[in-house]
């Protein structure tokens, strides 16, 4: 009994220097994955550590998650249905992880969107409106899919497919704008046909003229238009971007007491062209917006939103917390947050900036702030 016990103990110091060795020769990397694991499956995104020199990382197809997974260095899809991540990128993967689940968390709320708004368009075109429709991601390859767009927000696009023979059910697939190759709208009459590579072509079935006299009389996105004794009357909430558009029509005038933009009717094609571009500025817009302030509830509790004044003289103080293609997002002061116009500037501040911006002519001037100022300045408020 003594001699197996002491056996046990030899065995064991002897192992002793062979685990010591072990553990020098484990890849750091391999240890600090061991030491605090990335594996996790949570927010459409699963990452799970191989055991031996990579990350397995899955998640459904999204263009957007694809790019952001593409920026780390040796990354590399398997063919199959995953991705994998040399262990040694142990912090990028975690930092784009962060980002990949927010974008999914985004998508998701956005589909849930148009989902609703599809169902509710399409049951007014039911025999029987209390029967559900069948919606459908599903795009068949070099087969196109004809019918009306019926819904469209800032990353989907609805279209209505026909009705099922036997019981009148709506059919309708669900598009994603970003692998569509030109813009669409509600209304639109498209054929919209999906290659190999899952790149949708879009074709017009009705003309830029065909659209305009669909929607006469009818506010689409924002755009109203209507005929009246041989001219066009173009009404929209004010928009810079919307005016600059109506105002490269030549013989397009605006009607201050009227709050209208006319145009004769001979000029139609050119109001047809460009109120198809304003109302696909409309919907970006209001997606540009939505996404800014979400950013907003995401660093101040019930956030109180105002749009910059641009008369001269008007200037904000404060840091700016985010911007994106249409907007510049500034806290200023307590639960107060403006919205700029990235179109007014320049040149656009960086996010994290304490900045004052001021305005002339329309036109925002930026001036960079010490923290002190700021910090005096938010007291004195």
Known sequence: MADTLTEKVTAAEAAAPRRARAQRR??????????????????????????????????????????????????QFDGADAWRVPVGQYDAL???????????????????????????????????????????????????????????????????????KRDGVAFVTLHRLADLSDAVLKGDKVSIAYDQKGRAKVEQRL????RLDASLGTSVDGVKVTEEAGQYKIEFDYSPALNDRIARIDGAEFKRDEKVWTADVNLKSFVARAVNEMRAEVVADRADRDQIMEVAAERIDSPKAYDAFTGDGHSYSGRVLAMNDRYVLQHSGKDHVTLHRARSFEELPAAGQNARISYKQGKAQLTEQSRDRERNQRIAR
């Open 26 to 75: 484990l890849d750091p990397d391999v240890k600090r994955q061991r030491l605090s694991p990335l594996d996790g499956d949570s927010d459409g995104v699963s990452i799970t550590f191989d055991g031996s020199d990579s990350y397995v990382v899955r998640f459904d197809y999204n263009p957007d998650l694809i790019s952001q997974i593409r920026k780390i260095p040796g990354a």
């Open 207 to 210: 003309t830029a003229e065909e």
């Open 94 to 164: 975690a930092e784009v992880a962060v980002s990949m689940r927010k974008e999914y968390l985004l998508d998701s709320a956005s589909h849930d969107r148009i989902a609703a708004l599809a169902d509710q368009a399409a049951r007014g075109r039911q025999a029987t409106p209390d029967a559900t429709p069948l919606l459908s991601d599903f795009h068949p390859r070099g087969e196109p899919l004809l019918g009306e767009i019926i819904a469209v927000n800032d990353r989907y696009a609805a279209q209505f497919t026909g009705l099922g």
